[in-house]
């Protein structure tokens, strides 16, 4: 990697003045935006020395930022040894990069191990958190791991590979067609298992961008109601209904506060939905390796705000199920109290069986990971 001093100062520059929780990549723009003598050659090889830290920073528990930052380099394919010992040498460290390719990774991270002492049990979850379902992405050889970007074909209703139907990757410089969306593996493999019948009213009460309902609408059956809390989203999620020729009803509902009612055109209050999709505000932890600035910077004190939150949701949607309904809770999280402890809670504190529980592990279809368990209303 060729001017790597110059790339490593700003670099270090752009991660002495992030704000987290802004999203790395807004904070990444702006600052290009205002110092525009950076050609795209230059940007993208000081972003890759970010998310490098990012991904790596935290194996190094009690080095600085700019020591984690000059470490973390060392993971990225293409840099000269002999520039990178210049650097540390100007920095004020002892360290000697014996070349800057290593057999494998075990090599480096052996080598690594010279330098400082090495934290490869938590590399970028704490383990004390995560589900045990999702232990192997947290390990020290997942640390490059990178999600590929999925998408969905509404125009396929037939799947291959094992695939869900219509699901395929999105390389780079494809474009989606008119009836394509992008939509993750671990998303698709999701709406497989959601089942709807013919004429089923069926209700996603945090519809969001409506990526799950526009995947269970390709089927052609079941009547569609979609609620969130934020008006301006319903709006976009209705004209993206629209966009793919589908129908549904739309209505503001906030599933945290109990003395809500549906507000959907043409339902009362005493209205009943067949299937009910709780797709729920959470950490996000499973789709971190497309924002790793969340591994250092997360605080892990708020899952247990998430965990109130989803609990809610469940018990202020639930009056509204048939008995005989079906609740779907849904994650895209990793963190056992936002999933195993939520889906006893829900055991505990309901009227219902389990159906069926399902955790994607995404690391090797290389996609994102997600939870979901299902229950039946008695």
Request: hydrophobic share 35%; with cysteine; proline share 3%.
């Amino acid at each position: 990697m060729k001017y790597l001093r110059s790339r490593y100062f700003v670099a270090l520059e752009l991660l002495r003045n992030y704000n987290y929780p802004k999203p790395f990549h807004l904070e990444a723009k702006a600052f290009f935006k205002g110092n525009n003598k950076y050609g795209s050659k230059d940007r993208k090889a000081i972003l890759e020395i970010c998310y490098a830290y990012f991904r790596k920073g935290n194996l190094f528990p009690t080095l600085q930022l700019e020591e984690s930052l000059l470490l973390s380099i060392t993971f990225l394919p293409l840099f000269d040894a002999e520039d990178w010992n210049k650097l540390a040498a100007e920095l004020g460290y002892n360290w000697i990069l014996p070349d800057s390719t290593f057999e494998d990774q075990e090599s480096l991270i052996n080598w690594l191990s010279t330098c400082t002492s090495l934290d490869t049990q938590g590399v970028l979850y704490r383990n004390e958190a995560l589900l045990a379902d999702f232990n192997s992405i947290n390990t020290i050889s997942s640390i490059g791991f990178r999600p590929k970007v999925w998408a969905k074909n509404h125009k396929l209703n037939d799947g291959q590979d094992g695939l869900p139907p219509g699901c395929f990757i999105l390389e780079e410089g494809d474009l989606p067609g008119d009836f394509e969306q992008i939509q993750d593996l671990a998303s698709q493999s999701i709406c497989s298992k959601i089942e709807v019948l013919e004429n089923q009213n069926v209700w996603d009460v945090c519809s969001g961008a409506v990526g799950k309902s526009l995947n269970l609408l390709q089927r052609g059956i079941g009547n569609f109601y979609l609620s969130d809390i934020r008006e301006q989203i319903l709006n976009n999620a209705s004209q993206r209904i629209r966009q793919f020729g589908y129908k549904a009803s739309f209505g503001t509902f906030d599933a945290q506060k109990t003395d809500n009612l549906l507000n959907f055109k043409g339902v009362g209050k005493d209205f009943k939905f067949d299937v009910i999709i709780a797709d729920v505000p959470c950490s996000g932890s499973g789709t971190w390796f497309r924002t790793p600035e969340h591994f250092a910077n997360f605080d892990y004190n708020s899952i247990e705000d998430y965990k109130n939150r989803q609990k809610q949701i469940a018990v202020n949607s639930w009056p509204y199920l048939k008995s005989g309904g079906l609740f779907y809770y849904i994650t895209c999280s990793v963190f056992k109290a936002e999933n195993s402890e939520v889906k006893s809670f829900i055991m505990n504190t309901l009227d219902c069986e389990l159906k069926e529980e399902f955790s994607f592990n995404g690391l090797i279809p290389k996609s994102d990971s997600m939870y979901m368990c299902c229950v039946v209303k008695n």
